[in-house]
C-alpha cells in the first residue's frame, strides 16, 4: 500500500477530523531496562506485563497508567531505530483503522515513512509519521494496544499528566497538531522568571528609603497543551532566543533552569519528545518516598509550576537517563 492522493480530505467545514482516540503507549529507551522496570513496579505501583517487541523474539515490560502505556526499551534496540541516547523517545497514537487513518494523514500532509504497516509492540502494527511534520516528534500511528493487566485505581500514580516536548516554534505546532491532526489545545501559558532589586538607604535620623529597579526578565518558556485521550502534549519553547538560560546542577529546579534544559535539548538533540509528568496524589509523599529508595531528586518538595500545579523532577541519572517529574493539580472544569 502506498499513501496516494486518493485519500479523502479530512477537512470538513474547516476543521479537521481528529486522528486518534488517545495514544497506545509512549516508547522510553533506558539504560537499563531491568532496574528501571523494578522502580516503577515497587516505588510508583505500576503493574508490569511483558509484550511481544514487533516480529522478534524480544519482549518489554509494558506499565499500563492511566488510559496510556508505557513501553521500556534498551538503547540501541531496533525497534527505537537503534537509539543511543536515553529518553523518552516515541509516542504510539491508538487509531481504529490503521489503513484509514494513514490516509487520513496524508491527506492532511502528514508524510507517512512506511509503505506497509510494520509489526508494532504486542501484536499491534503500526505506521511512522514523518518526524519533520510533526515538529521533530517521533509519531507512529498504531492499533490500539490490549493489555491484560489494568492501570492500579488506588496507586500513587494516577495517570500521565502530560509529556514534555522540546518546541522550536509553539505556531507551528499548533498548525500540525491542532489543524491537521485535529486534537484540541486545552491551554496556553507563559512561564517567567524576572529579578527584582531592592535599595536600601538607612539612617538614624531620617529613617529608611527604598529605591526599588524595574523587574529583569532571567528566564522564560511559551508552552502550549493539546490534549490526546487522557493527556495533554506541552510543546515548551524559549520565550527569549537572546536568553538559553542555565542549569545549576545539584539545585531545586526553577523556571529559568527550566528554560536552559529545553535550550540545551534543542541544540544537541533538535526538537522533540523531553520528559514524561506523572500526575500523583501526593506529591511530597512519593518525593520523600523515592528518595528513601535511593533515588536522586532534582525537586525534594514540590514546587509551583504550570496549570495551578506543584511540581518535582527526579534526577534522570535514577531511571536509566530517562527524565521524571511529578505533577499535584486539581483539574478545572
Known sequence: MVWLGAAAAIFRDGDAVMIGNGLSYVGVVVRDVSAVADILERDFELPRTDCDVGDSDRRAPVFPVGETALALFELGDPFVGGAEKPGLHHMAVSVSGLVSAGFDAYAAGLRVLTSEPQPGLGGTRRVLLDPAATCGTITYLSDPLQLPVAANPDGEVERID???????????????????????????????????????????????????????????????????????????????????????????????????????????????????????????????????SGLTLIDHAGRPGGRRSHIGFIHPASLGGWLVHLVERVELE
Not at 162 to 191: C, I, M
Open 162 to 292: 502530560h509529556l514534555g516536548v522540546a518546541s522550536a516554534d509553539n505556531t507551528e505546532v499548533e498548525r500540525v497538531f491542532v489543524r491537521k491532526l485535529g486534537w484540541p489545545v486545552e491551554s496556553r501559558q507563559t512561564d517567567v522568571e524576572v529579578s527584582t532589586k531592592t535599595e536600601s538607604f538607612t539612617s538614624d535620623k531620617y529613617g529608611v528609603v527604598y529605591r526599588n529597579h524595574q523587574p529583569e526578565f532571567i528566564g522564560g518558556l511559551r508552552c502550549s497543551f493539546i490534549t490526546i485521550g487522557d493527556l495533554e502534549l506541552e510543546f515548551l519553547q524559549n520565550a527569549d532566543p537572546e536568553s538559553l538560560g542555565i542549569i545549576d546542577y545539584g539545585r531545586a529546579g526553577s523556571t529559568r533552569q527550566d528554560q536552559g534544559a529545553i535550550s540545551r535539548y534543542i541544540q544537541n538533540r533538535g526538537a522533540g519528545l523531553h520528559h514524561t509528568g506523572f500526575k500523583v496524589r501526593d506529591i511530597n509523599r512519593l518525593l520523600s518516598r523515592l528518595a528513601n
